[in-house]
């Protein structure tokens, strides 16, 4: 049989044909059921539709399926289709199980490519044939809320009477087409049961879940693409009304979802002779960019309409555009792999220009992945925990949780149950249900021992107890449970002092250091230039380039950085305000208390800068103080709020007192 010969082709999506404003009406996500259910005029249109088509009431409904054949091509038809309504349909079934109900899943035309059903339900089913290869175009059935969604265009409950068969009167559909991101109908995803299960939320589960399937299918479809996610409102990213939006490795547009249309304010038409920068008015290399860091947070963009949305990118690119958008100023060649992985290296974007760094990373290269533990050192600042994060998101435990643990900021009294966790009642003020404790939250990830040279000596033993048996025994609980996870320890203490003092156990520090990796200071590191180019690219300017200015630059590379990259990132973030529109950061965008340390730094650090009376640091600022003093019209509060520095500053530069 194919029923499908002759056969209208599947209405678009229901906005396609509206004039403009009903489109967004229509992508608008009107929840209301109502708005779908049953509606009168459309099962009336309907009825006409099926009596034209030269059914009668009250013939017997064509059940016969496809032959075994025509029914493995409909699957392979379906393949992707189905793959992704598959578990879809699996998790709407399970919310109705026992409501004598059935998932279908149709192609295109009506005819069923998959059910699941409740087995009570199914032997009814059988009757009126809501099996695979069975088909439920209106042609074959008249009014039914499979067929009459293809027909519509829109998500349609037929209840009872209200289908055109007498011989279905028995039934409660509720079906909603499944578009391809051009707005063609691939599919239906309906529930049927007995009227008598009729519930008013099902026409809401059904559509959730062809919107899900759509969105699964919508980023299945665009592989080699740069996939944004986005919403206002943050806790809706991931979620069914997200926008999706695809761009192409250059930044043109490729497609969107309906709520991204509905976001935008613009049609799918529309949107094609956008940009990534059209549309969000930053170059796509700032995703790029904002993707090499260890963690990153979700991005802020702004939309042309200046509504503000949060967002998150996939960038699911190929080799070669892998390696164009990843290439490091100074990587030597024989360092990009020659397979590059398909997903921004972390530990890769640390990697920008210094030698000991590249050669830090080589090291770590080699270990990742091998449950080999690592001991990072450094001052403070110099980006121990971040590297932490980086080795963790380069390895194979990267969907698992990257656990971080600050052993110097726990009281001791603490520290135990915040590791080990605890059973209900282990002390007094234990939580009711107990604690998970770290060590458990991060089985199957990465435990990041921050500050371990200050973990109590009591403790020592038992962590090593831990590493040694891969075993965690909650306080006040007698079961061992097992755990598997990497661990990464980082200390600005001297370990081999701490234990020639007795403060840390020879055997821990043994179990820790399989791998010992120092972090340069930031004085002593050779790529600054790159490093202030990112920290300024990451500070943001709203959209506007910053840059320092050359004389700064010198001061900054003589600088002794104390609070490495802590110090210059916050430094960096604060000049660029004060920068404002002009973009260059000069001396007098610097605070107070930095120019305060420069001066205070060995002579040896400023000669450079001061070659003479003039051109010296002290003159440098006077210099400065003295021309925004000019600008403000010789007010000193004027001017000590546009350097950023208090009024005593301006007094004593310009020897005003
Ligand atoms: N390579 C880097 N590029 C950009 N920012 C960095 C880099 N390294 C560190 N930072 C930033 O510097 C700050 C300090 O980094 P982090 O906390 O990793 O240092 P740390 O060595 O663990 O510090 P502490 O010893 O004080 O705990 C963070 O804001 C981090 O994002």
């Known amino acids: 049989m194919n029923s499908l010969r002759g056969a209208p082709a599947p209405a678009k999506r229901g906005s396609q044909n509206l004039p403009e404003g009903d489109k967004m009406r229509d992508i608008s996500y009107n929840r209301s059921a109502q708005h779908f259910s049953c509606d009168p005029a459309v099962i009336e249109k309907s009825h006409q539709r099926s009596s034209a088509y030269g059914l009668d009431q009250h013939d017997k409904p064509d059940i016969m399926p496809l032959d075994r054949s025509s029914l493995s091509l409909l699957l392979e038809q379906n393949r992707v289709l189905h793959a992704h309504a598959l578990p879809v349909m699996e998790t709407l079934y399970e919310q109705i199980v026992n409501t004598h109900n059935m998932v279908i899943l149709t192609d295109a035309h009506g005819v069923i490519v998959h059910a699941l059903g409740d087995d009570d339900f199914l032997v009814k089913a059988n009757r009126v044939a809501l099996n695979p290869g069975v088909t439920w175009s209106e042609q074959s059935k008249g009014t039914n809320a499979i067929g009459t969604a293809i027909a519509e265009g829109v998500p349609t409950t037929v209840h009872a009477d209200a289908h055109y068969l007498s011989a279905n009167h028995f039934l409660t559909c509720s079906a909603a087409p499944i578009f391809d991101y051009q707005g063609n109908i691939l599919g239906v995803l309906d529930v049927s049961g007995d009227r008598g299960s009729y519930h008013k939320h099902t026409m809401a589960l059904v559509r959730m879940s062809a919107q899900m399937i759509e969105n699964q299918l919508f980023t299945a479809a665009f592989e080699n693409a740069v996939t944004l996610h986005f919403h206002s409102r943050p806790e809706f990213i991931g979620t069914l009304v997200e926008g999706i939006a695809c761009f192409t490795p250059g930044g043109r547009f490729l497609s969107a979802n309906r709520s991204a249309m509905f976001q935008l304010g613009l049609s799918q038409a529309a949107l094609q002779s956008h940009t990534f920068s059209s549309l969000f008015g930053l170059p796509l290399s700032t995703l790029f960019d904002h993707y090499r860091t260890a963690a990153p947070g979700l991005l802020n963009l702004c939309l042309h309409s200046g509504v503000k949305v949060y967002a998150r990118a996939e960038l699911r690119l190929s080799n070669s555009v892998f390696q164009h958008y990843s290439e490091l100023p100074s990587l030597p060649a024989a360092a990009v792999p020659k397979v590059a992985p398909r997903r921004l290296s972390s530990l890769r974007y640390l990697n920008t220009g210094d030698p000991h760094m590249a050669t830090l990373i080589g090291k770590l290269d080699k270990v990742i992945g091998r449950d080999i533990p690592i001991l990072i050192t450094g001052e403070t600042g110099t980006g121990k925990e971040l590297l932490a994060q980086a080795i963790h998101n380069d390895s194979p435990r990267k969907n698992n949780a990257f656990v971080a643990v600050n052993c110097a900021s726990i009281p001791e009294t603490l520290i135990e149950s915040e590791l080990f966790g605890y059973e209900e009642g282990a002390f007094t003020g234990a939580r009711k249900k107990g604690g998970q404790g770290k060590l458990l939250q991060a089985n199957g990830g990465t435990l990041f021992l921050d500050e371990i040279g200050d973990m109590p000596l009591s403790l020592q033993a038992r962590l090593l107890r831990v590493l040694q048996e891969r075993v965690v025994t909650p306080l006040g609980s007698t079961k061992a449970i097992p755990v598997n996870l990497a661990v990464i320890c980082a200390t600005n203490r001297n370990l081999r002092e701490l234990i020639a003092a007795n403060l840390f156990r020879e055997d821990l520090y043994y179990r820790l250091n399989g791998l010992v990796v120092k972090l340069p200071a930031l004085r002593e590191r050779s790529d600054l230039d790159v490093i202030v180019d990112r920290l300024l ?118 020897n005003l007192r």
Request: charged share 20%; hydrophobic share 40%.
């Open 537 to 654: 690219a990451e500070a943001g300017n709203e959209g506007r380039c910053c840059s320092v200015a050359p004389d700064i630059m010198e001061l900054f590379r003589r600088h002794s950085w104390p609070g490495n990259f802590r110090q210059l990132s916050n430094l960096l973030r604060t000049a660029v305000v004060m920068a404002g529109e002009d973009g260059l950061i000069r001396l007098e965008h610097l605070p107070d208390d930095f120019l305060e340390d420069v001066q205070a730094e060995p002579p040896l650090a400023v000669a450079a800068v001061s070659t003479d009376g003039a051109g010296s640091l002290e003159g440098l600022a006077q210099a400065a103080v003295r021309s925004a003093y000019e600008a403000c019209g010789g007010n000193v509060s004027a001017t000590a709020k546009a350097l950023g520095v208090s009024r005593n500053t301006v007094y004593r530069k310009l």
